[in-house]
């Protein structure tokens, strides 16, 4: 694989990573807490829970991915692969903002447009050493 492609999908791992532990510290940015209701305490503990399996989950691939990247660069099947998943991440995120935009406070109105950028760069990124994995 080329210089250029291991170096994009080395910055699209990396910018995944911190997507995934930004994603650990939304409950505390729009205070999830002041929100949920004492007779629900399922559905309390859910909320937090699956916020936390799906960043744990996303931190273990990205993880995963940049491993192979800075140390098992001849595995390419499993880079591949782990591409792929990543990819098809940033696509289902950049779709879901478009069809579903997060309501936001207006103290953060920004993140209506840095979060769908941030999906639609990451696709980029990974989209033309993707391309190549793929062709091999």
């Known amino acids: ?5 291991t170096t994009l999908l080395k910055i699209g ?4 990573v911190l997507m995934a532990m930004y994603h650990f510290f939304i409950p505390f940015q729009f205070h999830w807490g002041d929100f949920l209701s004492v007779g629900t305490p ?23 991915l940049m491993y192979h990247l800075f140390y098992k ?12 998943i990543t990819i098809l991440f940033w696509c289902f995120s950049a779709v ?6 997060m309501p936001l406070p207006k103290n ?3 993140l209506a447009y840095l979060l769908p950028g941030l999906a639609f ?9 993707l391309k190549e994995l793929l062709k091999n």
Do not use: D, H, R
Not at 13 to 16: C, L, P, V
Not at 74 to 84: A, C, D, H, Y
Not at 96 to 101: D, T
């Open 1 to 5: 694989m080329k210089n250029l492609n």
């Open 13 to 16: 791992a990396i910018q995944t």
């Open 42 to 64: 399922t559905i309390n503990w859910s909320l937090y829970a699956l916020n936390n399996y799906f960043s744990f989950n996303l931190l273990v691939v990205a993880v995963f």
């Open 73 to 84: 660069k001849e595995q390419q099947q499993t880079i591949k692969i782990l591409s792929v």
């Open 96 to 101: 879901y903002q478009i069809v579903e935009p």
């Open 108 to 110: 953060l109105i920004g």
């Open 121 to 129: 760069i990451n696709i980029g990124i990974f989209f033309l050493p």
